[in-house]
């Protein structure tokens, strides 16, 4: 299964954005982490196979919102009130064989190449 992820750009803070990201074949778990520079990659969102459970970092809750399209067997990252700290490469990534909602990078074998997204202040 090959993930792209779309959506990404310059923005202001307190903007909105958009991710997408489309798998190539069916996949269960679905999720998105972030990368800044100089840290550690971290857990943004995830949803499970049927879309009933999400599961969002507390840093973007009230403010980010994981849904999908299994009919597209797209996830999807809605972002809303970005602030600088926001700023990073965001990957999608999947899993084939875990249909959870986990934080833990490790339950997910599928990732996209990801996306920056760049809030300015």
């Known amino acids: 299964v090959q993930l792209q992820a779309s959506g990404g750009g310059l923005v202001q803070a307190g903007d909105s954005l958009s991710l997408s990201c489309a798998a190539s074949?069916?996949?269960?778990?679905m999720a998105w982490f972030r990368q800044a520079p100089g840290k550690d990659r971290e857990f943004v969102a995830a949803i499970s196979q049927s879309g009933r459970v999400t599961n969002h970092a507390d840093s973007v809750k009230g403010r980010f919102t994981i849904s999908r399209d299994n009919a597209k067997n797209t996830v999807y990252l809605q972002m809303s009130s970005l602030k600088p700290e926001d700023t990073a490469v965001y990957y999608c990534a999947a899993s084939g064989i875990y249909s959870g909602s986990s934080y833990n990078s490790d339950l997910y074998e599928y990732w996209g190449h990801g996306t920056q997204v760049t809030v300015s202040s």
């Open positions: 074949g069916r996949t269960l778990a």
